[in-house]
C-alpha cells in the first residue's frame, strides 16, 4: 500500500470534503455534538452522510451517544461516531451530563463560562468525513 494505511483508507471511502473544529476547556465542562443530520445541510449542502472522528489530544474526558452509557478516554484514545449520532463530551462523569449540556438562560441563550483551557480535544484527520455520495 502506498502512502500509508489511513492515506488508503481515506482513498477507499472516496472523501468529498471534511470539517475540522477542537475543543479547549477547562474543569468542570461539557460539550455536546447534535446529530449530523441535524446541521449536515448547514456545514455540507449536498452531502448525505458523514462520519466524525475525534483524537483526545490532551488530558483525559468521557464521551456517550446521547442514551448510552458513556466512555472513558484518555489522551491519544480515538473515537469515532459513524453514524452521527448525537453525543455529549464531559469532563466529569455526571449522571445528568445531558441535562447539563443543555442549562440555558431564560430566552434559550446557553449558559458559557469562560476558565483556562487544562485539556484539549482535537480532530483526527478528517473530523467529519463525507463520503462521496453519488
Not at 458513556?70 to 445528568?96: A, K, M, N, T, Y
Amino acid at each position: 500500500m502506498s502512502g500509508g494505511v489511513l492515506s488508503d483508507m481515506l482513498r477507499a471511502v472516496r472523501l468529498r470534503g471534511a470539517v475540522f473544529y477542537s475543543i479547549e476547556a477547562a474543569e468542570p465542562w461539557v460539550a455536546e455534538a447534535p446529530a449530523t443530520c441535524e446541521i449536515l445541510p448547514a456545514i455540507m449542502p449536498g452531502v448525505e452522510q458523514i462520519t466524525e472522528r475525534q483524537v483526545i489530544a490532551e488530558g483525559s474526558c468521557w464521551a456517550a451517544i446521547v442514551g448510552e452509557p458513556p466512555v472513558r478516554l484518555e489522551q491519544g484514545d480515538v473515537i469515532l461516531f459513524p453514524q452521527g449520532d448525537s453525543h455529549v463530551w464531559v469532563s466529569v462523569f455526571l449522571r445528568s451530563a445531558v441535562d447539563e449540556s443543555n442549562r440555558r438562560r431564560p430566552g434559550g441563550e446557553a449558559v458559557h463560562e469562560s476558565r483556562p483551557p487544562v485539556g484539549r480535544i482535537a480532530p483526527l484527520v478528517p473530523v467529519r468525513a463525507c463520503p462521496n455520495v453519488a
